[in-house]
C-alpha cells in the first residue's frame, strides 16, 4: 500500500483524521517523521556501503562478534 504525507494545519487536523478514520481503505499512521532527513541518511549509509567505507552484516555475524567483545573485556 503506498503511502502519502500530508503537511495540514493544525486547525483542520482533527477534520481530516476524523474524514479519514472513516474510510476503510485507508490506515492513519500517526507520528511525525521527517521523511527528507530520513531519506538523506539512507542515502548516506548506502554510499559508505557502496565505497566500502561500511559493510552489512547479518544478525548472527552480529551477535557472533558482540559476545567475542564481551568475552574478551570480561576477562
Known amino acids: 500500500m503506498p503511502t502519502l504525507t500530508l503537511r495540514v494545519k493544525q486547525d483542520s487536523l482533527h477534520k481530516l483524521l ?9 490506515e ?15 542515502k548516506d549509509a548506502y554510499q559508505d556501503v557502496n565505497s566500502g567505507n561500511n559493510r552489512i552484516v547479518s544478525q548472527e555475524e552480529l551477535e557472533k562478534n558482540m559476545e567475542e567483545i564481551i568475552l574478551r573485556h570480561e576477562n
Do not use: C, M
Not at 478514520?21 to 485507508?26: A, F, G
Not at 492513519?28 to 539512507?42: K, P, Q
Open 18 to 26: 476524523e474524514l479519514l478514520n472513516q474510510l476503510p481503505e485507508v
Open 28 to 42: 492513519v499512521i500517526e507520528g511525525e517523521t521527517d521523511f527528507h532527513s530520513n531519506t538523506a541518511y539512507l
